[in-house]
């Protein structure tokens, strides 16, 4: 590693000086026409002033949307470039084996019931007596809404010596904080574990908290809590470590390094997404099928009789790997359900009374993200598929193509047929919009969130 | 020498004059990166894209100001926006100068964090001595970024008052950034 950057950056630039300067410009700008003075000062008066502003709202950037973090581009040596992550599909159990290795490890104790049996891990014991357990959950027609049938979610706990432990936290690239419960309350100064999930790949994880100063106050005094950097190795896929002073809602950028010191991601800010690294094992490509239309899918038409339709999408995808299971929520009552390998991501075909009511691709909500597995990629007509930026929507569908803030982000194309529409998967936090690059997190039709209740 | 001398004296392939203009406004040009990328990695590489464009650009360089400094966080602002559509920091200038990648360390990037951090003490510090009432509007416009509206009406003037104040507290600033950039030395 080269001891100073920016010594280093100044000898290059000291090197580049005869490189730069033997281009001339002197002479281009005056063979043009010189531009009026008066003109060139207000411009430039404009200019500064507009500048001024800026590095004042810059500094001021601790109580806005913190903006997309640009991956690194002039390459380091050794280091690849970070691809967009496959993201918008809830993992495959095989997926989660082949990138947790904990998982892969001896079992462990389940002091979380929903934890499959044979998969629960302790993966960090800490001096304090804090535990932090890894753990996968599986649903098959778990009346859960947000998760869809046949979904295996990682997720983690924290407990401490007296048995307490964390709420269930999902699977997050955030670290979570554990903090005593109301009784234990830890004095303010005093120390939390703070951990978070990692696949296989990563040796090192670095978290930088910002400080957030309070509204109308002196931007130095930090509010809620104080700028801190901390960086952890990585053990057992978790990385965590106790930290004084952070609130619950600290949220830090966070960069993972591989064992060779270079970056590897995470190169988005997904919000609660253990979205897939590029080094994630699991397949992307697949042949694409353009058929999920407003009006149902290929050649099932929505309103036709369950077993027809499920026909007709058998002959299309092959069989399914979840046949009628019953469901009680959404107006919907059974569901029948497609994953790799007949398709890249879930497809749920969701049934009310016998007949097809309505279906979604891709993960239930914006929330839950892993890469996808081997299988047909499913698109709309216009080639619009999960993964697809809202750049790529609003080129393919032009101003029929619309987003909100709804739902945590959706999106909508509303076309003859009836519409079409979806959750966004936000690719920075907090999350405040939906943006150009946000992905396409699934595709449905009827209300996002509840497909069947509104046909 | 003030920047002006010294982009020109660049310009006419002075190398020195340049690792001096750099080393001026490092710390401003850090701070702005950082916290507009949010990322020190990405700050660091902003930096040197910034940095290797100005040296690109110093020959169209006309001092309107006594600080090259707005021309500078122009640049930055142009590279940030830039790497923020394509979601990459560019490195076209670095590539056409034929600078060689750098690797950041640990260390490097405490130092960035560092110099952001000086550079934003010494424009707080600027604020800090303004008049009450430029302060006070000046705060509550650029930094906390309230309307003028809503400051008209807690501060019992008109808009246009209160716009007048966000200026002049403004160009107090610019005013007095210049004269510590005039000072010039490593941040």
Not at chain 1, 78 to 101: E, I
Not at chain 2, 157 to 176: I, N, P, T, Y
């Amino acid at each position: 590693m080269t001891a100073n950057y920016f010594d280093a950056l100044e000898a290059e630039l000291r090197a580049a000086v005869p490189r730069a300067t033997r281009r001339r410009f002197r002479l281009r700008w005056t063979a043009r026409r010189p531009p009026r003075a008066g003109v060139l000062l207000s411009v430039v008066g404009v200019a500064v002033t507009v500048a001024v502003v800026i590095v004042f709202a810059s500094l001021a950037g601790h109580q806005r949307t913190p903006p997309h973090r640009p991956a690194l581009r002039h390459p380091l040596p050794g280091a690849r470039a970070v691809p967009p992550p496959p993201l918008g599909s809830v993992p495959t159990l095989q997926q989660l084996l082949d990138n947790f290795g904990v998982l892969r490890g001896a079992g462990g104790g389940n002091p979380f019931s929903s934890g499959q049996k044979n998969l629960t891990r302790i993966a960090r014991v800490f001096p304090g007596g804090y535990r932090v357990y890894v753990y996968v959950r599986r649903f098959v027609g778990a009346r859960v809404t947000n998760l869809a049938t046949e979904s295996y979610a990682l997720n983690f706990g924290i407990e401490d010596s007296h048995g307490n432990s964390s709420a269930e936290t999902g699977f997050s690239v955030y670290p979570i904080s554990w903090r005593a419960p109301p009784g234990l309350r830890a004095r303010p100064g005093e120390k939390a574990l703070w951990a978070s999930l990692v696949p296989d790949g990563v040796a090192r994880v670095t978290w930088t908290f910002s400080c957030r100063p309070a509204p109308h106050t002196n931007p130095r005094i930090c509010a809620g809590f104080h700028a801190q950097t901390v960086t952890m190795p990585v053990v057992n896929n978790v990385a965590a470590s106790e930290i004084v002073g952070l609130g619950r809602g600290a949220m830090p950028t966070i960069t993972w390094r591989a064992s060779n010191g270079t970056v590897v991601g995470p190169s988005f800010g997904g919000y609660g997404n253990l979205a897939a690294p590029p080094f994630v094992k699991g397949e992307r490509e697949g042949r694409q099928l353009r058929v999920l239309r407003p009006t149902g899918i290929g050649g099932a038409q929505l309103g036709q009789s369950s077993s027809n339709a499920i026909q007709t999408l058998e002959r299309l995808l092959g069989p399914p790997a979840h046949l009628n299971v019953r469901r009680g929520d959404c107006g919907i009552d059974h569901e029948t359900v497609w994953a790799s390998p007949a398709t890249a991501n879930l497809l749920t075909m969701f049934q009310h009374g016998g007949r097809f009511a309505g279906y979604r691709y891709g993960a239930p909500g914006p929330d839950l993200a892993l890469g996808q597995g081997p299988g047909a990629v499913l698109a709309t007509s216009a080639g619009l598929t999960i993964n697809d930026t809202v750049a790529r929507g609003m080129r393919l569908y032009g101003s029929g193509f619309t987003t909100s803030r709804a739902n945590g982000g959706t999106w909508r194309v509303r076309g003859s047929g009836g519409p079409l529409a979806g959750n966004v998967l936000p690719m920075t936090y907090p999350v405040r919009g939906v943006k150009r690059n946000d992905r396409i997190a699934n595709i449905g039709v009827g209300q996002v969130g509840c497909p069947a209740s509104a046909r | 020498m003030d920047d002006e001398a010294l982009l020109s004296a660049t310009a006419g392939g002075d190398a020195d004059a340049f690792a001096a203009f750099y080393r001026r406004h490092l710390g401003l040009v850090v701070g702005f990166c950082l916290r507009g990328a949010g990322d020190r990695e990405a700050a660091a590489d902003l930096t040197a894209e910034v940095f290797a464009a100005a040296l690109s650009a110093c020959g169209r360089y006309r001092a309107q100001y006594d600080t090259a400094a707005p021309w500078l966080i122009g640049i930055a602002h142009n590279k940030l926006r830039e790497s923020q559509r394509r979601s990459v920091v560019d490195d076209g200038v670095r590539r056409r100068l034929r600078m060689r990648p750098l690797e950041l360390g640990e260390d490097d990037l405490e130092r960035v964090e560092a110099l952001a951090s000086a550079a934003e003490s010494a424009v707080l510090a600027a604020v800090d001595e303004l008049p009450t009432a430029e302060r006070e509007a000046v705060r509550a416009r650029i930094i906390d970024e309230r309307g003028y509206r809503e400051l008209a009406v807690e501060l019992r003037c008109s808009e246009s008052v209160v716009r007048q104040r966000v200026s002049r507290g403004l160009a107090r600033v610019r005013a007095r950034m210049s004269a510590e950039s005039e000072k010039g030395g490593r941040p």
